[in-house]
């Protein structure tokens, strides 16, 4: 588990953590007994915010960089993203990007932190689920993201579940929603994980 800078330290602090924390798991692949070409990452809500920015705006390291692990690709090989914030459009979380960009953030910095603005053709294979009754999150977050990865013929799982609240973790109250979980470990089986 990540723990990555938030407010009310903001971007890119936590962007970096996560770059960070992708190069260290690599640097110790074989120490750790994982397989450096298998490096999932996954979010929920505003979580999945992060994770999603990593998986749009990761980068393949600097082999200039001082700092060996500065040298390391970032990219993570798979995004897991749970009702995440993916949006900064219409219907963006406000809070989060409150929190992640300041109380009057520019129109180029939303457009940054719009998601589906950068995913292409290196976007990592994804995995997303979303209720149409989140509340908090908008079920447009994932749609959007998962049109954007469409039209970029990349890999993705969307499961939309037409009932639950936001922030239900592995749902394991709701028999139905916490399917989700071994939906997406047999779409990582299926991609050879």
Not at 56 to 72: F, K, S, T, Y
Not at 96 to 125: C, I, K, Q, W, Y
Not at 176 to 184: G, I, K, M, P, R
Request: hydrophobic share 45%.
């Amino acid at each position: 588990m990540l723990q990555y800078r938030v407010a009310p330290n903001q971007h890119p602090a936590p962007l970096m953590d996560a770059k960070r924390a992708i190069r260290i798991v690599r640097s110790r692949a074989a120490q750790w007994n994982v397989d450096p070409e298998k490096i999932a990452i996954l979010g929920f809500s505003a979580g999945g915010h992060l994770a999603g920015s990593l998986a749009v705006h990761w980068d393949e390291g600097d082999p200039q960089a001082a700092d060996p692990l500065d040298r390391i690709s970032a990219r993570p090989d798979a995004a897991v993203l749970c009702y995440a914030v993916l949006s900064a459009g219409v219907h963006r979380h406000a809070g989060s990007f409150r929190n992640l960009l300041g109380p009057e953030p520019s129109s180029e910095m939303l457009a940054f932190m719009s998601l589906e603005n950068h995913v292409d053709d290196r976007t990592p294979p994804t995995f997303l689920w979303h209720t149409a009754a989140d509340a908090g999150v908008p079920v447009e977050n994932s749609l959007v993201f998962a049109e954007a990865l469409s039209a970029h013929k990349r890999p993705f799982e969307l499961h939309v579940y037409p009932e639950g609240r936001h922030g239900l973790g592995l749902a394991p109250d709701d028999p139905h929603l916490a399917t989700w979980s071994e939906l997406c470990a047999q779409w990582l089986i299926g991609m050879g994980w």
